[in-house]
């Protein structure tokens, strides 16, 4: 059985991949901080707003992407005494405060887009759509790097600020172009709503995904009842209750609960097969299940533990 069971210490998603996702995030770091310094002095020299929105967004997400890192460091840490759980929350610390960061940026973009829209200036839009094409470029290979290695919602983050990056790129790009064929000036600030648009969104819900996790919310991919159920049709469970579902940093989930059991089929057994069928099931790997004969609960109801 005690293969089935897991290692107290062995927490889901624990410094397994650290060691990579910290180098990914290192390379995206350098990769973007370059070229932020070129959009800046492009936006600057061209006088496009959607230029430097999206250089002040790729201003923010240097920032975010040290505060990944330094979070995705810190998470490797094993437990401890102190803290049995580990680090792994320091990243969706980090999760929340770059979702923040990325709301509170683009409703700057906005307030500007619409001081521009009052009055739209000269765009030297030919600097303009250069810069953002070797901005789409880098964040292409950036995006690259990130993509098939999102651990949990803090390399999500910094995937998203990446992500961000490339439409934002993109946006520049079409309005440099809409600016060359048709001479429309007010195309500049209205790609950088647009970029803005898209950013809020993601940001958003990766805000409301980090507070579930630090409110110890079920993960969305799983369903608290269709678990329950799989545990009460283990032979020998007559009951189910006190079920938690909840994980540390948005990814592996854990799993304790309280089984009423007869005495029909041997404990051992009963912990052995629910173990197995919420591993295979649901891709639960790090369970705490307390066996109680049918009277426990009585004794537990008087408030004995």
Known sequence: MEDLLPDPFALPGNRENGGSVTRRLGGVLVLTLGYTVAEVVGGLLTNSLALLADAGHMMIDNAALALALVAARFARRPPDPARTYGYQRAEILAALANGVLLVVICLFIFWEAWKRLQAPPEVAYGLMGAVAGGGLLVNLIAARILHGHRHGLNIRAAYLHVLGDLLGSLGVLAAAAVMALFGWAWADPVASILIGGIIIVSSV??????????????????????????????????????????????????????LVVDHTVAPATILRVAVRNLRDRFGITHTTLQIEPPDFNIVSNLGVS
């Open 205 to 258: 819900r990766l805000v409301l995904d980090s507070l579930n996790v630090l409110m110890e919310g079920v993960p969305s991919h799983l369903n608290t009842e269709e678990i329950r159920q799989c545990l009460l049709e283990t032979a020998g469970v007559g009951d189910v209750h006190d079920l938690h579902v909840w994980s540390l940093a948005g990814g592996a989930p854990l799993l304790t609960a309280h």
